[in-house]
């Protein structure tokens, strides 16, 4: 069974370090894959995005989503890091790495995760402006990316 790495955090990570010992600590896999989520501002209005989540609950939420794609496909190793706090455009919000011995596992649970992730993991996201702040509704792309699964 596939070792997962959970881990929600409000101090940054060394996305270089953590894929590079992931990629180590994945001996017997044929193929490792990363995504690095990045605060993304569209039009240049974006001061900051605060992320809110509740303690122990989304540890849960993203170990049983974890669960879930290591019963879909043959993986090694998982690991999510999902920050949570106060960030500043481009600083790093989360990463994705599954390990497994073969490329196509390794690219449909990564993107599986990222998925259910971005739609269905405990986090509450509000955008700050110069002009005030907006909460981060739900997209109907990000949810339609869920049918696929």
Not at 11 to 29: E, H, K, L, N, T
Not at 70 to 85: K, M, N, P, Q
Request: charged share 30%.
């Amino acid at each position: 069974m596939a070792a997962a790495d959970i881990r929600v955090q409000a101090g940054p990570f060394d996305y270089g370090a953590v894929a590079a010992d992931f990629a180590r600590q994945s001996g017997g896999a044929g193929a490792v894959v990363t995504f690095l989520g990045l605060v993304r501002d569209d039009g240049g209005r974006l001061t900051a995005m605060e992320i809110e989540h509740y303690p122990g609950m989304t540890e849960r939420a993203i170990a049983a989503i974890a669960d879930e794609a290591r019963t879909r496909w043959s993986l090694d190793r998982i690991a999510v890091i999902h920050r949570f706090g106060r960030l500043a455009p481009g600083e790093p919000i989360m990463m994705v790495a599954t390990a497994a011995r073969h490329r196509e596992a390794a690219f449909a649970a990564a993107e599986f995760l990222m998925d259910y992730l971005k739609s269905r993991a405990p986090f509450w996201k509000k955008e700050l402006h110069a002009d005030g702040a907006d909460w981060v509704a739900a997209r109907d792309e990000d949810e339609a990316a869920l049918d696929r699964w």
